[in-house]
C-alpha cells in the first residue's frame, strides 16, 4: 500500500513537472526572448486595481525599483562565438547562413563596446512609463498641496541613477509641484543593495550551494521530456538541427568545435541581447534560428540558478530572508517617518539591483506565485519563470491609504500587480492595516534572524555584495 502511495505520488510529480515544461515551451513560443530570464525586458499588462474600502485615498507611496533594461557588463558574451566562427571560416566551412549570424553576433558584440552595463534607451522608458502609470493610478498622492516632497535613493550604479532620473523626472513633468530630493552614497548601499553573504553571529559568512547544471540536466532527461535530449556521446543537447545550415560540412565543423555547447550558448546570448538595444532589432536570431524547446534548454539552467541565488529557494533561502531585512526595516522607518504629523512626504523612491528586490520578495513570501519553496533544481519544474518574478526593471511598490478618522491601509504590489502576503490577513481584498503589516513585517524580520537566535543590524556602510549586481 505505501509503495503504492508513493508511486502515485512520484508520478503526480513527474506529470506536473512535464506539465510546467509544456508550459515554458509555450510561453517561449509567444516570446522567445523570455528564454533570457533576468536579462528579459518589462512586460506590462493591463491592470484592473481593487477598490479601496470606502472612505480611503492614497497618500503616500513607498517604492523599490529594478534597474531598467541595460547592456550586458562586458563584451566577451559572444567571445566562443567569434572564436569559433573565425576559425571555421578560414577553413571555408561556412554556409551563407552561417555567415550572416556570425555578422549578427559581431554586431551586437560592437553595439556593447564604450556601453558595457549601461541603461539603454529602452531601460529609460521602462522607467519613464513606470513612472507615468503610477502617477495616473495614484493621482491624490502627486496632487496632495500638503505632500510635495519625493525622496529618491539610488545605488551608486550609473545604471541605478539613470534610471532614477528618468522616473522621477517624468513625476516632475506630471506633477511640476513636487519637490524631488536625489540621493546615491555609498551609506545607502546598506539597504538599497545589502551583501547577500552577512555572516551570522558567530558564524563565519556561508557560501550558496554549488549550482549543479549535470544533474539537473540528467533529471531533466529521465524525465523524458524531448526538449532535453542529449546528443549520443555528448553532454547536454542534440544542436545538430540549428548547426547543420550553418556548415558546409557538418561533421568537419563539429571535429573543429568538439563539444558545440558553448559555441551554440554564446549565439544565444547574443541573440538574446538583441532586445534590449533598440538599434538591432533587425536581428531574428531567437525568432528565427532557434525553436521553443532549444531556448527552453538554456532557458531552464539560468532560470534555476537564479532561483538558487536570490530567491527563497530551500537550499539557500533563509540565508537570502536574513540578508534582506535591512532593506524591508527601511520600508517601515520611511512609513514611520512619513506618517507622523506634519510630513510632506509624497513617495520614498529607491533604485536599485536584482539581486535586492528578489530577495525582498523572498522574505515577503510571494517570490513564487503560489508561495512556494522548492530545491533550486526543481524552479524549472514547478511554473517558476525568472522573466516574470525579475525581469528588468522589476518593482515592489507599497501604496498607503488613509481615510477621515487617520486609519492607514497598505497594499503591496509586485511588478505593478496587487499580491496578497501570506501569514496576515487583509481588511478587504489586497489591503492590509498599516500597524497589523508593519508588526508583521518586524516580525518577518526578527523570524529570519531566528536560526541564528538574534537580529543583528548592518555596520553603517554595510559591507558591499559579494557578487556583481545585475
Not at 545604471?159 to 506630471?174: A, G
Not at 534548454?297 to 539557500?316: K, Q
Request: charged fraction near 25%.
Amino acid at each position: 500500500m505505501i509503495k503504492r502511495l508513493f508511486a502515485s505520488l512520484l508520478l503526480a510529480a513527474m506529470c506536473l513537472g512535464l506539465n510546467a515544461q509544456e508550459e515554458a515551451v509555450r510561453l517561449l513560443a509567444e516570446n522567445p526572448y523570455r528564454a533570457s530570464n533576468n536579462m528579459h525586458y518589462y512586460e506590462f499588462n493591463p491592470i484592473q486595481d481593487t477598490p479601496a474600502p470606502s472612505g480611503f485615498k492614497p497618500f503616500y507611496i513607498s517604492h523599490y525599483g529594478r534597474h531598467g533594461s541595460r547592456y550586458e557588463q562586458n563584451s566577451t558574451f559572444a567571445r566562443a562565438a567569434q572564436q569559433g566562427f573565425f576559425h571555421l571560416d578560414s577553413l571555408g566551412l561556412l554556409t551563407p547562413k552561417g555567415k550572416q549570424i556570425w555578422k549578427d553576433v559581431e554586431r551586437v558584440v560592437e553595439a556593447h563596446k564604450g556601453m558595457e552595463g549601461s541603461l539603454t534607451p529602452r531601460g529609460a522608458r521602462e522607467h519613464q512609463q513606470l513612472a507615468a502609470r503610477m502617477a495616473q493610478r495614484f493621482k491624490p498622492v502627486f496632487k496632495n498641496k500638503d505632500r510635495q516632497e519625493v525622496n529618491s535613493f539610488s545605488s551608486t550604479n550609473f545604471r541605478c541613477i539613470v534610471s532614477m532620473c528618468n522616473f522621477s523626472y517624468k513625476l516632475k513633468e506630471l506633477f511640476p509641484k513636487q519637490e524631488i530630493m536625489f540621493t546615491s552614497a555609498e551609506r545607502f548601499m546598506s539597504y538599497i543593495n545589502p551583501s547577500l553573504n552577512v555572516p551570522r553571529p558567530g558564524e563565519a559568512p556561508r557560501q550558496r550551494p554549488p549550482f549543479d547544471m549535470n544533474a539537473m540536466r540528467r533529471m531533466q532527461q529521465q524525465e523524458g521530456n524531448p526538449a532535453w535530449k542529449p546528443a549520443e556521446g555528448e553532454p547536454g543537447y542534440d544542436f545538430s538541427r540549428f548547426l547543420r545550415p550553418l556548415f558546409t560540412d557538418y561533421d568537419a565543423a563539429l571535429r573543429e568545435l568538439g563539444n558545440p555547447e558553448s559555441f551554440v550558448k554564446a549565439i544565444f546570448t547574443a541573440g538574446s541581447h538583441v532586445q534590449l538595444i533598440d538599434d538591432l532589432s533587425d536581428i531574428h536570431i531567437l525568432e528565427e534560428d532557434f525553436t521553443p524547446e532549444e531556448l527552453a534548454y538554456f532557458w531552464a539552467s539560468g532560470n534555476d540558478s537564479i532561483y538558487r541565488m536570490w530567491a527563497g529557494s530551500v537550499e539557500n533561502g533563509e540565508v537570502i530572508r536574513y540578508a534582506i531585512r535591512p532593506l524591508l526595516m527601511d520600508f517601515v522607518e520611511k512609513a514611520d517617518a512619513a506618517l507622523k504629523p506634519g510630513s510632506h512626504r509624497a513617495a520614498d523612491l529607491r533604485f536599485g539591483h536584482d539581486t535586492s528586490v528578489l530577495p525582498l520578495f523572498a522574505l515577503l513570501g510571494v517570490d513564487d506565485p503560489q508561495g512556494r519553496r522548492f530545491p533550486y533544481k526543481e524552479a524549472h519544474l514547478h511554473g517558476w519563470y525568472a522573466f516574470f518574478q525579475v525581469p528588468m526593471a522589476t518593482n515592489c511598490q507599497m501604496i498607503f491609504y488613509r481615510n477621515k478618522k487617520d486609519e492607514v491601509l497598505v497594499k503591496v504590489l509586485y511588478n505593478e500587480k496587487e499580491v496578497l502576503l501570506p501569514g496576515l490577513k487583509p481588511v478587504s481584498g489586497p489591503y492590509y492595516n498599516w500597524t497589523e503589516l508593519r508588526a508583521h513585517f518586524i516580525s518577518l524580520c526578527d523570524k529570519a534572524a531566528e536560526p541564528w537566535r538574534r537580529p543583528v543590524p548592518p555596520p553603517p556602510g554595510g559591507p558591499r555584495p559579494q557578487m556583481p549586481a545585475r
